[in-house]
């Protein structure tokens, strides 16, 4: 049986990232075109707590699809973690009659969700926002799309320079422990050699590569280094590959936060009024405790116990492969 839901709220939580806006957007507005009160929550888990909850009209996210970021802003709260944390974020939920809540973000904000839904019984749909891609059950996270292009569009700059002086540049991409960002970029802007987190190389395979690269007349070389891989960030693999391998003059980059700004890519602000859009239809369905993604082409849902749990190894093997072959 549908449920009687009059009210919901969205927020954005944790790491921020391009499409976040789309998404709000899309939740609002589907809401209200079910004649559903919405609301939104300033700085995520936070607002909650300190009751920084607004209503939301359609006119309240105009012009807002192109911006990066979130108008709602977003914050690390370490209050929610807590029993009394949690509890005083329901009694606002509850004083507003608010019976249906989306969360916009990553794994932490997912944990949240599922402490938070599980306590109080409120009704959650949670949509995965994060650069890092690394939720089990979407294939893209809002705001990886449009990280990889920001990469892509430093490399290419990069490339310029390094090519006009035979330099080997060792550039450093956001992800701990996902190296998607890297992988993809990698063969978007045609790196030589990519290092990532889920994967051992050793730092003899690296410096072959770039010996039959140089030997081969290659004028220039580059390296993509995720920010976890276990040799150290790009800084500490070019001074160890540097004392073994001095054919360039070799140069760092580290790209860090430009990575998360942004206009968002179609392909983003699209996900995010999908996602937005099913995140209302699953509520107004009587679904809880969900995440939507993006499975082939397909919204899908997957309980978020089990995005959180499953393991989300999400490197595609046949890149993987071309890093090798299409960089000779
Ligand atoms: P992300 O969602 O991008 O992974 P964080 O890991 O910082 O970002 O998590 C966002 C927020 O989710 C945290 O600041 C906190 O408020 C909440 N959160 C994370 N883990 C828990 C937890 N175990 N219990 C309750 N809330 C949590």
Same mark, same amino acid.
């Given at each position: 049986?549908?449920p009687n839901?009059?009210?919901?709220a969205?927020l954005?939580?944790?790491?921020?990232a391009p499409?976040?806006?789309?998404?709000?957007r +899309?939740?609002?507005?589907t809401? %209200?075109y079910?004649g559903?009160?919405?609301f939104?929550?300033?700085?995520?888990y936070?607002g909650l707590?300190?009751?920084?909850? %607004?209503?939301?009209?359609?006119?309240?996210?105009?012009?807002?699809?192109h911006?990066? &970021?979130?108008?709602?802003?977003?914050?690390?709260?370490?209050?929610?973690k807590t029993?009394?944390?949690?509890e005083?974020?329901?009694?606002n939920?509850?004083?507003?009659?608010i019976?249906?809540?989306v969360?916009?973000? &990553?794994? &932490?904000?997912?944990t *949240?969700a599922?402490?938070?839904?599980?306590?109080?019984g409120i009704?959650?749909?949670g949509?995965?926002?994060?650069?890092?891609?690394?939720? !089990? *059950?979407?294939?893209?996270?809002?705001? !990886?799309?449009?990280? %990889?292009n =920001?990469?892509?569009?430093?490399?290419d700059?990069?490339?310029?320079?390094?090519?006009?002086?035979?330099?080997?540049?060792?550039?450093?991409?956001m992800?701990?422990?996902? *190296?998607?960002i890297?992988l993809?970029s990698a063969?978007?802007?045609g790196?030589e +050699?990519?290092?990532?987190?889920?994967?051992?190389?050793?730092?003899d395979?690296?410096?072959?590569q770039?010996?039959? *690269?140089?030997s081969?007349?290659?004028?220039?070389?580059? @390296?993509i280094?995720?920010?976890g891989?276990?040799?150290?960030? +790009?800084?500490d693999?070019a001074k160890?590959?540097?004392?073994?391998?001095?054919? !360039?003059d070799t140069?760092?980059?580290?790209?860090?936060h430009?990575q998360?700004g942004g206009s968002p890519?179609?392909?983003?602000?699209?996900?995010?009024?999908r996602?937005?859009?099913?995140?209302?239809n699953?509520?107004l369905?009587?679904?809880?405790?969900?995440? @939507?993604?993006?499975?082939?082409n397909?919204?899908?849902? =997957?309980? %978020?116990?089990?995005?959180l749990?499953?393991?989300t190894?999400?490197?595609?093997?046949?890149?993987?492969?071309?890093t090798?072959?299409?960089?000779i």
């Amino acid at each position: 049986m549908k449920p009687n839901i009059k009210n919901i709220a969205v927020l954005t939580s944790g790491g921020d990232a391009p499409g976040m806006n789309a998404c709000i957007r +899309a939740v609002v507005r589907t809401g %209200i075109y079910n004649g559903i009160n919405m609301f939104g929550v300033l700085q995520g888990y936070q607002g909650l707590i300190s009751n920084n909850i %607004i209503p939301m009209d359609a006119r309240s996210v105009s012009n807002i699809i192109h911006l990066g &970021g979130t108008i709602l802003k977003t914050a690390r709260c370490l209050e929610f973690k807590t029993e009394e944390g949690m509890e005083l974020a329901f009694q606002n939920l509850k004083a507003r009659d608010i019976d249906g809540l989306v969360v916009i973000g &990553g794994d &932490g904000t997912f944990t *949240g969700a599922q402490r938070f839904g599980k306590k109080f019984g409120i009704r959650v749909i949670g949509i995965p926002g994060t650069i890092d891609n690394d939720l !089990y *059950g979407s294939d893209f996270t809002l705001g !990886y799309d449009t990280a %990889i292009n =920001t990469v892509i569009e430093a490399i290419d700059k990069i490339r310029d320079t390094a090519d006009s002086h035979d330099r080997l540049f060792f550039i450093e991409v956001m992800g701990r422990d996902s *190296g998607c960002i890297a992988l993809r970029s990698a063969i978007a802007s045609g790196a030589e +050699a990519v290092l990532l987190p889920e994967k051992e190389t050793s730092l003899d395979e690296l410096i072959s590569q770039l010996e039959v *690269g140089a030997s081969t007349k290659k004028s220039s070389s580059i @390296v993509i280094v995720s920010e976890g891989h276990k040799d150290g960030g +790009a800084y500490d693999v070019a001074k160890k590959v540097k004392e073994r391998f001095n054919h !360039y003059d070799t140069k760092v980059t580290i790209l860090g936060h430009l990575q998360r700004g942004g206009s968002p890519s179609s392909f983003d602000r699209i996900l995010g009024s999908r996602l937005g859009f099913a995140a209302i239809n699953e509520l107004l369905k009587g679904s809880t405790m969900q995440m @939507v993604g993006l499975r082939g082409n397909d919204v899908k849902t =997957t309980s %978020i116990d089990e995005a959180l749990t499953r393991h989300t190894f999400k490197l595609e093997s046949d890149l993987l492969e071309m890093t090798k072959v299409l960089s000779i």
